[in-house]
């Protein structure tokens, strides 16, 4: 069975700390693996692609990909209030060619 | 920028009504999608639309589920005869192509109340 999961939260971090998302996934064959932001109400929006083993970065985004423990993770640094959102980690499993497998994701506070 | 168009942003319907949403993906993408959440839940796959024809679909879309690229822009998905279980939101999207498989553009949904 497919599986990504996530942390509920809701996770709290002050203005300008570091904070950190993660998501296991169960299919050990998965190749993609993405980030997506969710406010509420909206649509998610993607943040990060990440499809090999080791750190992905992209401004304060830092993506962390593991297979062998498959494990999915995302820094944000110096986090503000404007990154508080729902992130939710997605998975194209194998034998699929484009069809994401969301988690639930985890509800993000960033205190000022 | 240019965006995925979704619309109605929002529609009440009866149950056992049909129901057509409508997107406009970006114009130069290839690959169309319908995802639907559930208030509260995951976000989860339905459909992948390619050359005019689908390429995936989930459990979720069954035969109660109709996707169509009526002309050269627009990209519709059709519920025969709604089920209060259906009331969710309904975000289309779009991606280029191959190679960025996952890189999925989404609209601002449809939600749909089915009573």
């Known amino acids: 069975q497919k599986e990504v999961e996530q942390n509920s939260g809701p996770l709290s971090v002050p203005e300008g700390a570091i904070a950190s998302l993660n998501c296991t996934y169960s299919?050990?064959?998965?190749?993609?693996f993405f980030w997506y932001r969710q406010y509420s109400g909206k649509s998610p929006e993607l943040i990060m692609s990440?499809?090999?083993?080791g750190d992905k970065e992209d401004g304060r985004f830092t993506a962390q990909l593991n297979k062998a423990s498959q494990y999915v993770s995302l820094l944000i640094r110096d986090s503000q209030p404007s990154d508080s959102a729902t992130y939710l980690c997605?998975?194209?499993?194998?034998?699929?060619?484009?069809?994401?497998?969301f988690g639930s994701g985890t509800q993000l506070t960033v205190l000022p | 920028e240019p965006e995925v168009t979704q619309t109605p942003s929002h529609q009440v319907t009866q149950m056992g009504q049909e129901v057509i949403l409508r997107c406009v993906p970006i114009?130069?993408?290839?690959?169309f999608y319908w995802y639907r959440q559930i208030l509260g839940q995951k976000v989860e796959f339905l459909v992948s639309?390619?050359?005019?024809?689908?390429?995936?679909k989930s459990e979720i879309f069954d035969d109660q589920f109709s996707v169509e690229r009526p002309d050269g822009s627009n990209f519709t998905l059709k519920i025969r005869s709604t089920k209060l279980e259906d009331s969710a939101m309904y975000f289309c999207?779009?991606?280029?192509?191959?190679?960025?498989?996952?890189?999925?553009?989404f609209g601002d949904g449809s939600r749909l109340t089915v009573l």
């Open positions: 299919d050990r064959g998965s190749q993609s």
């Open positions: 114009s130069n993408h290839l690959y």
């Open positions: 639309f390619y050359n005019n024809e689908i390429s995936e």
């Open positions: 997605a998975v194209i499993p194998p034998g699929s060619a484009r069809q994401l497998t």
């Open positions: 990440i499809y090999s083993n």
């Open positions: 999207a779009s991606s280029v192509g191959l190679s960025n498989t996952g890189e999925l553009f």
